[in-house]
């Protein structure tokens, strides 16, 4: 079977970094993990191929070899999601979908076009879809009914389906699921509450399997919560580092994790010890009342300063993400975003504005409150120039203008580079130590570039320079890292403009649809 994968194409995001991507000639941040997971749970006698839209589109010799089109996405994709399935479909071509859009709402009107719909986790239901296909059968809808696969009988993915060269970084995976119950949140919605490991031998051997293809850059665990499972996450991490230190370092991670990382030293020297440079917390809001609203509970049993304080401390960089528009929250929620942000010195503060996705307990309930402005069809998932998809209990006007205010705020160019400083001053220095390799030609002409906008052409040159030796004095291990994340602001710089004229230009449209005033 001649199968072709078709990744659709995403929207500019926060995490799209096109401008720093173009420096270093990357084409994506990140591969599809899911895609290829799938490819390697299909017969391997089954010939394939893959194409991210995000890179370079399908040719019309791919469309006419292929026998079959399987294409999987997120929400944010469902626009190329469906646009992918018709051109399937004029050319007379099967096609299965799948992946956490179809998991979540099957019956959205982007996918009425596909054949067979391969619905949750494909460990339990590509089975289903294999022997459907074998008996002849034209289309099919496989779900798990709830049911969870143990994920150590999953295949190393085929990562050499990938056009390696275009992405800046890898990913793999280690757990799926969450303990936490965070109203908000569909993870607990499609991978469950009890969070299941893959073994440490097995997570070594896909590490292995990208360094074999030659792969020697960063990696991405895309595991939404990588401490879900302290206790296996403690015999993976060991096996890690010794891995590592065989290579010299080869790798560098990051991941995600909840904020009670700060709570175990242990766990964060282990981390540090096996060369992971970042780490993304769902901090949401310093608003501990809007914590609560949540169910975010787990950030409210310790100050949120100090969790941030004591993972810099360990040399990992924080990362966060932040909401706006929670229920009862009181007015000048993005100053006090804004206000944490630069007190704790994190550079890269995602922000967007609360959506109710499909299935979760804030959709049930918010549908139950008749609350909701779209159906489960229309959800445009978590995009950082979405307005909220529901009426929140203060005026969304006032919500989306403190919103591109704050946003705009975080990534001013010279604040951004005071915050960039503050923090990497007080950041602890690398335990780990990487075999040396000489820059580059690539590595030099981004450097010139960072270099020129920020340190000579732009109003930042003053700092830049100061920094740069202020860095150099006081710590210096941390230099080259320094001037990267630096370099991260050409994205933020531009992405600024898109949130503020893509929030204005559907604010100007409410009056004609709705005018959203508190519940």
Known sequence: MRTLFIYPEFPKTFWSYEKILELVNRKVLLPPLGMVTVAALLPQQWEMKLVDRNVREVTEAEWNWAELVIISGMIVQKDDMAVQIANAKERGLPVAVGGPFASSTPDAPELDLADFKVLDEGEITLPMFIEAIERG?????????????????????????????????????????????????????????????????????????????????????????????????????????????????????????????????????????????SVFLGIE??????????????????????????????????????????????????????????????????????????????????????????NEDAAKGVNQTNLLNFVPTRPIREIANEYVDAFCALYEPNAYMDRVYSYYLKMGAPRWKAAAKLPTLVDLRALSIVVWRQGIKRSTRFRFWRYMVGMAIHNPALLEQFLVVLAHNEHFQEYRGVVTQEIQEQLAELPAKRELQPA
């Open 137 to 277: 059968e034209r289309s099919g809808r496989f779900t798990s009914e709830g049911e969870k696969p143990d994920v150590t009988a999953t295949p190393i993915p085929r990562f050499d389906l990938l056009q390696l060269d275009a992405y800046d970084s890898m990913s793999v995976q280690f757990s799926r699921g969450c303990p936490f119950n965070c109203e908000f949140c569909d993870i607990i919605v499609l991978y469950g509450r009890k969070p299941r490991t893959k073994t440490p031998e097995q997570l070594v051997a896909e590490l292995q399997y990208l360094y074999d293809l030659g792969w020697r850059r960063s990696i991405f665990l895309v595991d939404d919560n990588f401490i879900g499972n302290k206790r296996n996450a403690k015999l993976l991490l060991p096996e890690i580092r010794k891995w590592q230190e065989e290579r010299g370092y080869p790798f560098s991670f990051a991941t995600e994790a909840s904020v009670d990382l700060a709570d175990d030293e242990e766990m964060m020297r282990m981390m540090a010890d096996c060369r992971f440079e």
């Open 285 to 374: 809001t310093p608003d501990e009342a809007s914590l609560e609203t949540a169910r975010k509970v787990q950030n409210t049993r310790n100050p949120l300063d100090a969790a941030v304080d004591r993972i810099t401390a360990n040399g990992i960089r924080v990362m966060a993400g932040f909401i706006i528009g929670f229920d009862g929250e009181k007015s000048g929620a993005g100053d006090r975003i804004v206000d944490f942000v630069t007190r704790t010195g994190i550079p890269a503060a995602m922000m967007g504005m609360l959506q109710a996705l499909p299935k979760t307990a804030l959709w049930a309930r918010l549908e139950k409150e008749g609350r909701l402005i779209q």
